[in-house]
């Protein structure tokens, strides 16, 4: 594509980061919408055109598509992250989307409105926490300017990006520890924001960063009654065992595939690993 006129390709000197690449790319840019796609994203033929059609309404600041591993038949890690992102996208995304505020459009396949990134954009290069340059959570902080600015951000279900996963643990929970970091450091500046939004998104923030909490909680007094008493803690082991299939069966019925009763062997990640890990960002979201 170099020799076509309609491209034009920025070269940096050297790697500064997602975040101040981004910013060169949309000062240079002139169209009247910008679409972000990761490296490792591959769009459907149709997503510029469908999500363009969303941002018709000049309300709308931002617009994501649905994201599916491309991956996703490699290993048993990502056939779960598959599920774990049409959970994500169709459950979390589509319900904040009713209301007017996806909380964080997805960087893999985001549609922002160009006009709106250029009153935002120093904010967004200049993001400090604790004094100190932010340089991830690129796509949930844009987000959340949006929503500032008073714009609402929208998902678009129809509008496919396929996108390769980890297939690993290792990388799996680098990314989660970032990504935890970045939820936390952002629902900060989002609390700040949901009186001016419906109070729905009140609910679904709280709800998101109270569950997990309240799970930990569950875990550890159920481990305690082990060691202390020598007895199983049936009643905790029951009701995260029944809050999980009932989960997945509604998560199968919907998506009309029976694989997603699969799902439930993410409890088992969820619970021994993702809430520690959790538990370790909260307290490192200095670095």
């Given at each position: 594509f170099a020799g076509d006129p309609r491209f034009n390709f920025i070269l940096l000197d050297k790697n500064v980061g997602k975040r101040k690449a981004q910013i060169v790319?949309?000062?240079?840019s002139s169209g009247d919408l910008v679409l972000n796609v990761d490296s490792d994203t591959t769009l459907a033929s149709d997503v510029v055109t469908k999500l363009a059609l969303k941002m018709q309404d000049p309300a709308v600041g931002a617009a994501m598509g649905q994201l599916v591993a491309s991956n996703r038949s490699d290993t048993w890690l990502t056939?779960?992250?598959?599920?774990?992102?049409?959970?994500?996208?169709?459950?979390?995304?589509?319900a904040q989307a009713r209301f007017g505020a996806v909380m964080c459009c997805c960087g893999?396949?985001?549609?922002?409105?160009?006009?709106?990134?250029?009153?935002?954009?120093?904010?967004?290069?200049?993001?400090?926490?604790?004094?100190?340059?932010?340089?991830?959570g690129e796509d949930r902080h844009l987000t959340i300017l949006m929503l500032k600015a008073g714009l609402r951000t929208e998902y678009v279900p129809d509008a496919i990006a396929a996108t390769i996963v980890p297939d690993r643990l290792g990388p799996y929970l680098r990314q989660q520890l970032r990504w935890a970091r970045s939820t936390f450091r952002d629902t900060l500046l989002a609390l700040r924001l949901l009186p001016s939004l419906d109070r729905y998104l009140t609910l679904d923030v709280v709800g998101q960063n109270l569950g997990p909490l309240l799970l930990a909680l569950s875990v550890l007094a159920g481990l305690a009654q082990l060691a202390l008493t020598a007895t199983v803690p049936w009643s905790a082991v029951l009701m995260i065992a029944s809050m999980t299939i009932i989960r997945c069966s509604v998560a199968a019925f919907r998506a009309r595939q029976l694989r997603f009763l699969g799902f439930s062997l993410h409890t088992f990640i969820n619970v021994f690993l993702l809430l520690p890990l959790k538990a370790y960002a909260l307290c490192t979201l200095s670095n």
């Amino acid at each position: 594509f170099a020799g076509d006129p309609r491209f034009n390709f920025i070269l940096l000197d050297k790697n500064v980061g997602k975040r101040k690449a981004q910013i060169v790319a949309i000062r240079s840019s002139s169209g009247d919408l910008v679409l972000n796609v990761d490296s490792d994203t591959t769009l459907a033929s149709d997503v510029v055109t469908k999500l363009a059609l969303k941002m018709q309404d000049p309300a709308v600041g931002a617009a994501m598509g649905q994201l599916v591993a491309s991956n996703r038949s490699d290993t048993w890690l990502t056939q779960l992250i598959d599920m774990e992102y049409w959970l994500a996208c169709n459950e979390e995304r589509a319900a904040q989307a009713r209301f007017g505020a996806v909380m964080c459009c997805c960087g893999p396949c985001a549609m922002y409105r160009r006009s709106a990134l250029l009153l935002l954009l120093d904010q967004y290069e200049t993001q400090l926490f604790r004094g100190k340059p932010s340089d991830f959570g690129e796509d949930r902080h844009l987000t959340i300017l949006m929503l500032k600015a008073g714009l609402r951000t929208e998902y678009v279900p129809d509008a496919i990006a396929a996108t390769i996963v980890p297939d690993r643990l290792g990388p799996y929970l680098r990314q989660q520890l970032r990504w935890a970091r970045s939820t936390f450091r952002d629902t900060l500046l989002a609390l700040r924001l949901l009186p001016s939004l419906d109070r729905y998104l009140t609910l679904d923030v709280v709800g998101q960063n109270l569950g997990p909490l309240l799970l930990a909680l569950s875990v550890l007094a159920g481990l305690a009654q082990l060691a202390l008493t020598a007895t199983v803690p049936w009643s905790a082991v029951l009701m995260i065992a029944s809050m999980t299939i009932i989960r997945c069966s509604v998560a199968a019925f919907r998506a009309r595939q029976l694989r997603f009763l699969g799902f439930s062997l993410h409890t088992f990640i969820n619970v021994f690993l993702l809430l520690p890990l959790k538990a370790y960002a909260l307290c490192t979201l200095s670095n």
